[in-house]
């Protein structure tokens, strides 16, 4: 099994910033992507970022721009830094791990969820 534990959430005025964290633990084997997706509500939810080993990413047109999806060195965190933020961010914020541990193959796993609100 993968942990999967989301931080850095929070109420912040249009225009600010914030930096999400997402750590992964547990039996894992590889680590193949990582990423950010959100859900608003009365909305699907929807893909925010990804970066997939060897450090390709790939963004909503929403947030291209705006948004920078990285990894840390240890390749089991992923932070996704959001700038000029608007109030059509506001969301809870979902980490996502493709992963391969001791006892699954490769699947998808994710995290509790962090709530961003964008708001004056």
């Known amino acids: 099994q993968v942990q999967l534990v989301e931080s850095g959430g929070g109420l912040v005025q249009p225009g600010g910033s914030l930096r999400l964290s997402c750590a992964a633990s547990g039996s894992i084997l590889s680590i193949y992507a990582m990423g950010w997706y959100r859900q608003a509500p009365g909305k699907q939810r929807e893909l925010v970022a990804t970066i997939i080993s060897g450090d390709n990413t790939n963004y909503a047109d929403s947030v291209t721009g705006r948004f920078t999806i990285s990894r840390g060195n240890a390749k089991n965190t992923v932070y996704l830094l959001m700038n000029m933020l608007k109030p059509e961010d506001t969301a809870v914020y979902y980490c996502?791990?493709?992963?391969?541990?001791?006892?699954?193959?490769?699947?998808?796993?994710w995290g509790q969820g962090t709530q961003v609100t964008v708001s004056s």
């Open positions: 996502t791990s493709r992963a391969v541990t001791t006892t699954q193959g490769l699947r998808d796993y």
